[in-house]
Structures are given as structure tokens and as C-alpha cells.
């Protein structure tokens, strides 16, 4: 599970679309299409409504072929059409160790063990970018703080570096101005629409993953622009427009998550 946080994103900027706080449980959260007159979200109750469903296709991670500090990985991602790659579920962890490995086979310079990210501490913990927040209790440190991520999360300049499979552990952690390391980019996943209305149950379980994804969770405002234009642009079976999309953003007793429990 991936607690919102009160005051980040996307509370800080629609919590008056998305209702009070704590909201009521077992609610979802429906992304309306770029331009919509209706706001950006709107809730439902998980049980009792469907609606079409937005899916996010695991992303593609790739590998720089040198090493390089933090800043010039932020130019050298964002020249390539991606960005330092920001983590968020054990899928996308899995895909990114993999690709880390199948660059160090491919590798005529030596093994590429690990790869920077864009996990950076500053005194109030780690974030990603340095803007978004990793939750104490959420994903990656619920699973991996204690022996992972050290040092103390309040030391600023950290930088978390992911380790390619077959390494033990995930993750290791370096001083930002320690050394060059290789890097690991991820560009703007893609974002799909069912044509039909399906209940949140059945877009979990099968709908998105037999696309070769999961139901959209949504870290950034870029990403929401994307993913809002992906609506706008998307016909029903019978070729009518569609204004909104189930996400995975839903309500459990202590707020806001994205794929519940």
C-alpha cells in the first residue's frame, strides 16, 4: 500500500475535488479528462460503481553507458526524453533491477552493479527529486529502511542507488558528492483506457494486468496531464468520448492510498 500523504501531492493541490479528510472508506478516486467541466477527480464508492479504467503500463528503465554525479544524471535523463528514475512498486523494481543487469552483461567496461536514482534525502527524510515525499510507513521504506537505506533518512545529500538483480539486497546509499555512478532513467509511462465500464475489483484483478500493467497510480502533475489528455482522447465501444477514469487511488480508514490493501 502507498499512503497518501496529508500535505503532498495530490492532496496539497485537490483536496477540495477529492473531499474531506480522513474520507470515507472503501471510496475511489476518478481522474476526469483534460478540459473536463466537472474538476480534475471525483469519488465513488469502491462497491457500487464502474466506470472506464486507466492503466499504467510499466515504463521503460534504461541505463546510462557512463558514470556521472547526480546533476549531470538529471541533464543526461531529461535529454534522452525520460527522467531520474523515481520507483514506486515492487513491479517496477523488478523491471529496473533487470534492466541494470542486462546493461552490466552488456557492459564491455566492467559489471554495472548498481545505478542512481532519483532518491535524495534532505533533513526531513528521503524524497524522490527532492520534491515528493517517501511516507515513513510507505513503499520502499516499509519493506526496506532498516537494512537498505541508510544512513539516517534525516542526513541531507543521500542518494539511493538500486542494485541489479542477483545482487543481495536493493538498494544501497552514497553521499551525493561521494562519487560518479552509472544511472538509471525511466521515461513518461504510457497510460490506456478501457472502452468498457468495469468495477474497480475486476480492473485489479484482470482488465490492466492483462494489458502488461496496473491500475493508474499517478505521482507526479505531469503524469496527470498525460494521463488526462489519454482520456480526452479515448472513445467507448461505440465510439462516444469518455470523461473520467477509475484509478488506483482508493480510501481505506486512515485516508487515502494508492491500491488499498
Known sequence: TERWETNGWPLDTYSSDLGPLPPPSDRVAVLGRSGSQYGTWKTEEKNYFNDHVLCRIIPEFFVSATRMNYNAGVSYCATRGGRLADVHTD??????????????????????????????????GWTWHGTNRWETNGWPLSMYHSSDLSPDSASPDWLALLQRSGQSGAWITQSKTSFDSYVL?????????????????????????DRGGTLAAIYTSGEMSAARSVIKAAKDSIDYSISSALTAGVSDDNGWTWHGT
Open 185 to 209: 532513467c525511466r521515461t513518461t509511462p504510457a497510460f490506456a483506457v478501457s472502452t468498457s465500464m468495469i468495477f474497480y475489483s475486476d480492473a485489479v484483478s484482470q482488465h490492466c494486468t
Open 91 to 124: 513491479d517496477e523494481m523488478s523491471a529496473a533491477r533487470s534492466v541494470i543487469k542486462d546493461a552490466s552483461d552488456a557492459s564491455t567496461s566492467g559489471s554495472i552493479d548498481s545505478a542512481l536514482t532519483a532518491g535524495v534525502t534532505d533533513y526531513n
